[in-house]
C-alpha cells in the first residue's frame, strides 16, 4: 500500500522543487508521476533535445527517497508538430479536423503521428530506461478522452479498410456479413467501403460496429508500441496507462494485455454529476461520490491488471471539468483512498500536489492551494499515510489477494453494439452493469468484474449484464462452474455479426434455458410494467416493476422451469433453469437486490442488505467498512481489540478495519 502524488515541476519556478519533494516524502508521498504533457519543454523545437530541466527535477526528487512513474508525452503533441503535419489531427464525423489549443489532439491510424510518437518515446526511453529513480512507466494520458476514439480522417478509412480485408478475407464475406443484400448496400471490393458517417440516415449497423472495433484495436497497437519500446529500453519496469472511470469507448482487457499495471483516474464527484445518474441521486450524493462508483471502478480495473492495480488520479478537493463541481465532505478523500486499498490497490496517487493557478484545470484542487499551503485533501493524504503505518504494524495481512465468490461479467463491445443498435434510446449498457453491481454490493457482497473469457471455475455466484454476442463457449463454462448465475435481458441476442441468431434469442443459451424470445420491446422513461414475485401472496400490489426493455418469453412445453416473477400480463419476467436465471426486464432497484439476494441464497452465500450507505470490502486478513452515509454506523459483535483502524462505530464519512475473524 503506497501513496503518489502527480507533479509537473515544468509549472513552478525550479526553486520550489526542493522543498516540494522534501514535503512529499514528510507527507508519506512514495511515488511522483511526471512529464505526461511536458513534451513541448522536452523537444522545444524539431529535433533539439531540452533533457536538463527534466534531468534536475528528476535528480531532486531521487534525492529525497521518492519514486518516479515516468510517462511518455503523446497525449500533447506540440504546435510546431501539428503545423507541420497538419494530418495529425483527429477529424470528427462533421468531417472537419478537430483543433489545436487543448489536449489529445492526434488521430490513432495517423501514420505521421505514430512515427512521432516512436521517436519521443524512444528518445525518453533512452534517457531514462536504466535511472534508478525511475521505477515505472505510463503510456500517454488517458487514452480516447474528450472522444477522441473514434477519427473519420482518410488516414482511418484507410486504415479500416485494410482492418476489414484482414477480417473477412473477401468482399463476398464482408457482404453476407453485414447483409448488404439489404437496401442495396453490396460493394465490389473493399476500395469502395467508407466510414459509416455522414449518411442520409442510419448507416448499416454492422458497418457501424466494425468500424468501433477497429477504433479499439487501434488504440491497442498505438499503446502496444509503447510498451515495446519502453521494454528494450527499461526492461524489468513496470508499465501502467491511466484509463478513465467507467470510459467504454475501446476495449480496456485489449490494451491491458501489454501492460503490468491496470490504473485508472478516481473522481467520483465530478462523475456524479456528469453521468446518468437521476437528480435526486445527484444530490443526495453529491458531495460524497455514489456509494458503489469508485469501487465498481476498482474491481473493473483489478480484474485486468497483472499487479496490483493503481489509482493513477485521486479527486483531492472540487474538480474544474463538470457542470457543477462541489467540494467533498470533509473525510471523503481519506475514506477514497482507503476503499481504493480495501479492493486491492498498490497504490493511491492522488491529482495533483498543488493546485494550478492558470490555464483550463485552475480550478481543480491539489493537496495544496495554488499559494502553496496544505489543503485539507493534503491532511487527509497524511493521515492515510499514518493509517498505513498503523496496518503495517499491525501484520494484518492486509494486502494479500482474496477471489471473491461472485463474479461480473463486464464487457466492452456490448456497450458499443448497444450503442449502434439500442432499440431503445435509453438503454445504457454500462448503467445497468453498474445497477447490479449495486445490488451485490448493497448485500454486502465482494465482487471480482472479469470479461467474458475469463475463467469461471469457483465462483459461487455469477452476474451476466446484458451481454449480446455470447462466446460459443460461454454456456458450457456456466454450466462447469456449478455457480449459480443470472443472465441480464437482450443476452445471446445478436451473432458476432450483429444479426439475430437463426435459433432467437437468447441465441447459445436457448437449448439450456429452453426458452426463446419471440419478441422484445423498448419502454419510454415514464412507462413501467409491474412484476409480481411468484408466491408472494402477502402483497395485493407490485412486487416491483421492468423498466427500459422487456423480453417476451416463450418457454418450451413440457421442460420444467420456474418462474420466479411475472408480469402482470402474465408474461414471464425471471425465468430459472437449473443454474441459470434469465431476467427479461431491467428491474427497479429494489427488486433487483431481491432477486439477487435469492439467487445468492440458492448460491450458499450470506449476504443481507446493508444500511444506506455503508459497503464492506475484505481484503487479505482484514474487513474494512465504510460509510457514506449521513448516520453512524454501529458494527455488533467483533471484539474491539480486533480493530486496527477506527472503532465499531463508523462515522458519517468514516472508516474501519478489523481483523477477520
Given at each position: ?10 509549472h ?32 522545444p ?15 531532486v ?44 489532439h ?7 503521428y ?8 524512444t ?31 482518410l ?145 473493473v ?145 465482494d ?35 456449478g ?60 412486487d ?81 467498512v ?25 462515522e ?5 478495519a478489523?481483523?477477520?475473524?
Amino acid at each position: 500500500m503506497h501513496l503518489g502524488v502527480c507533479y509537473y515541476p515544468e509549472h513552478w519556478p525550479e526553486s520550489m522543487w526542493e522543498g516540494d519533494a522534501l514535503r512529499m516524502k514528510a507527507l508519506g508521498i512514495e511515488r511522483v508521476r511526471i512529464a505526461e504533457f511536458a513534451w513541448s519543454r522536452i523537444e522545444p523545437t524539431p529535433g533539439e533535445f531540452d533533457w536538463g530541466w527534466l534531468d534536475r527535477a528528476i535528480d531532486v526528487l531521487d534525492r529525497s527517497g521518492l519514486r518516479i512513474v515516468m510517462c511518455t508525452p503523446t497525449a500533447t503533441p506540440p504546435k510546431w508538430l501539428i503545423d507541420h503535419h497538419p494530418d495529425i489531427l483527429p477529424v470528427g464525423p462533421d468531417g472537419r479536423a478537430r483543433g489545436f489549443g487543448s489536449r489529445r489532439h492526434y488521430d490513432f491510424s495517423s501514420p505521421t503521428y505514430f512515427e512521432a510518437a516512436q521517436r519521443i518515446c524512444t528518445a525518453v526511453a533512452k534517457r531514462y530506461g536504466a535511472h534508478p529513480a525511475v521505477a515505472f512507466w505510463q503510456t500517454d494520458n488517458e487514452f480516447g478522452c474528450h472522444q477522441t476514439v473514434v477519427s473519420y480522417s482518410l488516414a482511418a478509412l484507410a486504415r479500416f479498410r485494410a482492418w476489414l480485408r484482414a477480417r473477412y478475407g473477401t468482399i463476398d464475406a464482408l457482404n453476407r456479413a453485414w447483409g448488404n443484400v439489404f437496401w442495396s448496400m453490396e460493394y465490389r471490393g473493399f476500395e469502395e467501403i467508407d466510414a459509416p458517417v455522414g449518411t442520409v440516415t442510419e448507416a448499416n449497423p454492422s458497418h457501424r460496429l466494425d468500424y468501433r472495433r477497429f477504433a479499439s484495436d487501434e488504440v491497442v497497437r498505438f499503446n502496444r508500441m509503447q510498451a515495446d519500446i519502453i521494454r528494450a529500453h527499461s526492461p524489468g519496469r513496470p508499465i501502467a496507462h491511466n484509463f478513465m472511470q467507467l470510459f467504454t469507448e475501446f476495449d480496456h482487457y485489449d490494451v491491458a494485455a501489454d501492460l503490468d499495471i491496470a490504473t485508472w483516474d478516481s473522481y467520483p464527484l465530478g462523475a456524479l454529476e456528469e453521468l446518468w445518474f437521476a437528480p435526486e441521486v445527484k444530490a443526495r450524493w453529491l458531495r460524497t461520490g455514489h456509494p458503489d462508483f469508485a469501487s465498481f471502478n476498482h474491481d473493473v480495473y483489478r480484474g485486468m491488471s497483472k499487479l496490483p492495480f493503481w489509482v493513477m488520479e485521486q479527486q483531492p478537493g472540487p474538480v474544474n471539468w463538470a457542470h457543477w463541481n462541489p467540494s467533498p465532505l470533509p473525510g471523503m478523500v481519506r475514506l477514497w483512498s482507503w476503499e481504493a486499498f480495501a479492493h486491492g490497490a498498490g497504490c493511491v496517487s492522488y491529482f495533483r500536489w498543488r493546485q494550478a493557478p492558470f490555464a483550463q484545470e485552475q480550478m481543480h484542487a491539489g493537496l495544496h492551494t495554488p499559494d502553496n499551503r496544505l489543503d485539507l485533501g493534503g491532511t487527509e493524504a497524511g493521515q492515510v499515510s499514518d493509517e498505513i503505518q498503523t496496518v503495517l504494524a499491525a501484520k494484518a495481512d492486509a494486502t494479500a489477494d482474496v477471489k471473491s465468490s461472485v463474479a461480473l461479467v463486464y464487457d466492452y463491445p456490448a456497450k458499443w453494439l448497444f450503442e449502434v443498435h439500442p432499440q431503445g434510446a435509453d438503454f445504457h449498457y454500462p448503467r445497468f452493469a453498474f445497477e447490479y453491481y449495486c445490488a451485490l454490493r448493497a448485500l454486502g457482497l465482494d465482487v471480482d468484474v472479469v470479461p467474458a473469457d475469463a475463467p469461471l471455475d469457483g465462483y459461487r455466484m455469477i452476474v451476466v449484464p446484458p451481454l449480446p454476442v455470447v462466446p460459443h463457449d460461454l454456456p458450457a463454462r456456466l454450466a462447469s462452474s456449478g455457480a449459480q448465475v443470472v443472465l441480464g435481458p437482450r443476452t445471446g441476442s445478436k451473432t458476432a455479426d450483429l444479426q439475430i441468431p437463426a435459433n432467437l434469442p437468447p441465441g447459445p443459451f436457448a437449448e439450456s434455458l429452453s426458452l426463446r424470445v419471440w419478441r422484445a420491446e423498448s419502454l419510454r422513461p415514464n412507462v413501467t410494467v409491474t412484476v409480481r414475485l411468484s408466491g408472494d401472496e402477502s402483497n395485493a400490489g407490485q412486487d416491483g416493476y421492468g423498466r427500459h426493455w422487456r423480453d417476451l418469453i416463450e418457454l418450451q412445453p413440457g421442460v420444467e422451469h420456474e418462474v420466479l416473477a411475472a408480469f402482470d400480463d402474465g408474461h414471464p419476467a425471471c425465468v430459472q433453469r437449473g443454474g441459470l436465471h434469465y431476467f427479461a426486464s431491467l428491474f427497479d432497484e429494489a427488486l433487483t437486490t431481491r432477486l439477487i439476494a435469492e439467487i445468492a441464497k440458492r448460491a450458499g452465500l450470506a449476504a443481507g442488505l446493508l444500511p444506506e450507505g455503508v459497503r464492506i470490502s475484505r481484503r487479505g486478513g482484514l474487513t474494512y467498512v465504510f460509510n457514506y452515509g449521513e448516520r453512524a454506523h454501529l458494527i455488533e459483535g467483533v471484539d474491539r481489540a480486533a480493530f486496527v483502524i477506527g472503532q465499531p462505530q463508523v462515522e458519517p464519512q468514516g472508516i474501519c478495519a478489523y481483523r477477520s475473524t
